[in-house]
């Protein structure tokens, strides 16, 4: 995802605020830092070639991502090269799309009775249909575009290829520890759905967490990841108010477990070094009612962190340490 682009207009500048971190998390990123600096000694997984370098990477997620119907999607042969990235989400006027979102079963186990939404960022199919993906919707704040069709590797890999992948390793993960899982889409609909539907799926479900899976398309020399939590909002259609505590809770339990699982450190270019970044122009954030929480995994845009996005394994550890910041969130 990118901050260019319907609900990743450039954030203005800004101090941060530097809260303290819960417990949870001051315990868990000091260790897991460590681990990452053995893995920066012996190199990124799939190989990373050491050509990214910091010098030629301080332009910041902001202006990196410009979002482009002509981008390489999750598609085959001939698909357009993937664009910047935004929260994805969109009314729910697509074509040939369910009316509910898709979810499995629960199993027995210490999450039952509970209820996560998963919404994997962008759509596979939104470049094919960029009037719908344009069309500006009500963010609670202001209006924005609905979608936009995500970034991607420079070899093409798409974020909505990889959004996916990672939205259903999750889900398998849950459900084995008795969750209800349901996503806002599973490749199952022809573009979308926009930010705003995206947020009224896991406010109809009464979800107990909300988190929705991206990756980032800044400057080739930016790495790591961050979680997106929003910001106290109260205009319009939006208040965030009622979610902002247990948001933040969300997010800073998935960063902890997100770095000790997958060994990736915390963004090098936002957040300042914590891997947490308040957003308050997000629709898929703004108009939520539930705890709700974005995680961009990588920058895609990056050698090293490409070759992490595109190895299956490493795909795996990301639903990993995702899960396990929910499941840390549900249980307390």
């Known amino acids: 995802m990118s901050y260019v682009g319907p609900d990743f207009d450039p954030p203005q500048p800004r101090r941060f605020r530097r809260a303290p971190l819960t417990v949870a998390l001051a315990a868990l990123v000091p260790g897991a830092l460590l681990g990452w600096l053995v893995y920066e000694a012996v190199g990124a997984p799939g ?21 482009s119907a002509s981008a390489s999607s999750a598609g085959g042969p001939g698909s357009p090269a993937a664009s910047a990235t935004d929260d994805g989400e969109k009314p729910g006027t697509s074509s040939s799309t369910p009316a509910s979102p898709t979810s499995g079963p629960a199993a027995s186990g210490p999450l039952r009775g509970k209820v996560v939404v998963i919404d994997p960022g962008h759509n596979s199919g939104n470049f094919q249909h960029t009037a719908d993906i344009n069309r500006k919707v009500n963010i609670g704040t ?15 890999y798409t974020e909505a290829r990889f959004t996916l992948d990672v939205a259903r390793r999750l889900r398998t993960i849950l459900q084995k520890e ?45 790495r790591g990841f961050h979680v997106i939590l929003p910001g106290a909002v109260h205009a319009g259609a939006a208040d965030t108010r009622p979610i902002v505590a247990s948001s933040r809770d ?32 997000l629709g898929g954030l703004n108009l939520s009612t539930v705890p709700k929480v974005f995680i961009e995994c990588a920058n895609m845009r990056g050698s090293k962190d490409a070759a992490l996005v595109t190895s299956d394994a490493w795909r795996q550890k990301a639903a990993r340490g995702i899960s396990e910041g929910i499941v840390s969130f549900l249980r307390g």
Do not use: M
């Open 47 to 67: 190989g990373g070639d050491g050509s990214d370098k910091a010098a030629g990477g301080t332009t910041s997620a902001s202006a990196s991502k410009k979002s």
């Open 142 to 156: 202001n209006w924005k575009e609905c979608d936009t069709t995500g970034t991607s590797t420079n070899a093409g």
């Open 178 to 222: 008795g969750a209800t899982v349901k996503f806002t889409q599973d490749g199952d609909r022809s573009w979308g759905p926009c930010v705003d539907e995206r947020a009224r799926i896991g406010n109809r479900a009464h979800a107990d967490a909300v988190v929705s899976i991206h990756a980032d398309g800044s400057a080739a020399g930016n």
């Open 250 to 281: 969300l997010g800073e339990r998935i960063a902890g477990n997100f770095v000790r699982v997958t060994g990736s450190a915390p963004s090098n270019y936002v957040g300042d070094g914590t891997g947490l970044v308040t957003r308050e122009d």
